[in-house]
């Protein structure tokens, strides 16, 4: 009953703004072009993660696996970028980029991220042969870590890191990076969030 009580109220929300249903709400703010990329139990998400998020509020997806939930989060990155702000897409590990680069792909969003990881070799996923994703190397991190909030210069448009980064690094714990995350401009997307509160060893953080 809960979930029918959201649904509707989301859908009195997306007619309100003049929009048929949810899926052509979920289309418009999110710019994604197929209008088959999420099913209808994405697309209900998502709205409602969008009206959460217009109105001030988060929404934690509790979807067992195999629902798509890598598509639900790409779609809100996606709304997010449209919306002109500056996702930062958190993950248990680095190895996961890739997956949440193919979610992106396969909905059909292009992203550029700003990633905080040093410590990779290969490349990204990428469905643009001409185009790969790398992590920043050592020299680049060190100097680029302390100063860096994208700007756009280099097209970067979302931030990519791990909750072992947020945890230890020096970057996050700089002051002015984590008064610049503060800022409204920035909003978290956590994946694996059941993660957070556990180092590398899976011991409960204070």
Sequence with gaps: QPTKNALKEVS????AQGF???RSFVMDKTGIKNPNALNDI???SVAMAIRNLENGHGLLVGDQTGLG???QAGAIISYLIKSGKIPVFVTENNGLYDDM????NDIGVDVNPFVTNNTRTRDFFTRDSNKKYYEQNKA??????????PTK???QNVIFTTYSQMQGTKFFKDNDT????SDDKYVFVFDESHKFATDSKGNTLD
Aim: proline letters at 0%; aromatic letters at 8%.
């Design 69 to 71: 939930k890598g598509r």
């Design 20 to 22: 048929k249903d949810l």
């Design 101 to 104: 680069l193919r979610d992106l």
């Design 153 to 155: 210069q280099d097209g």
């Design 12 to 15: 009195k929300y997306a007619k």
């Design 178 to 181: 984590l008064i610049t995350l």
């Design 42 to 44: 994405q697309v209900d």
């Design 140 to 149: 680049w991190q060190e100097e680029d870590q302390m100063k860096y909030m």
